[in-house]
Nanobody, 122 residues
Framework: QVQLVESGGDLAQPGGSLRLSCVDTGLTYRYTSIGWFRQVPGKEREGIAWISINDGSTFTIDSVKGRFSVSVDRAKNTVYLQMMDVKPEATAIYSC???????????????WGQGTQVTVSS
């Protein structure tokens, strides 16, 4: 099965930057899209972005648009989430997941990484 591993979560100050990575350790793309999600304890998981492995097209939700972006390095089997001008409300566990559809709806995703913690604080 697809195996995804996230990394890059860290402590950042408001206004700072982080880049998260999502690596397919199987070294084979067997899906259409990779989505990025975040979850805070006591709150619903929120889909924030996706990228098409086929053509590189991307989507980000309005609350992060212009600050977060998604990219893919096919040679490295890696998808990145570049986070710029981060806000305290970005504090969450971030996960990537594979899907046959380009969507941020969690139910359409099949394989999930373990998550990486992002904390935004002064």
């Amino acid at each position: 099965q697809v195996q995804l591993v996230e990394s890059g979560g860290d402590l950042a100050q408001p206004g700072g930057s982080l880049r998260l990575s999502c690596v397919d350790t199987g070294l084979t793309y067997r899906y259409t899209s990779i989505g990025w999600f975040r979850q805070v304890p006591g709150k619903e998981r929120e889909g924030i972005a996706w990228i098409s492995i086929n053509d590189g097209s991307t989507f980000t939700i309005d609350s992060v648009k212009g600050r977060f972006s998604v990219s893919v390095d096919r040679a490295k089997n890696t998808v990145y989430l570049q986070m710029m001008d981060v806000k305290p409300e970005a504090t969450a566990i971030y996960s990537c997941a594979s899907s046959a559809l380009c969507t941020v709806v969690a139910a359409f995703h099949n394989h999930w990484g373990q998550g990486t913690q992002v904390t935004v604080s002064s």
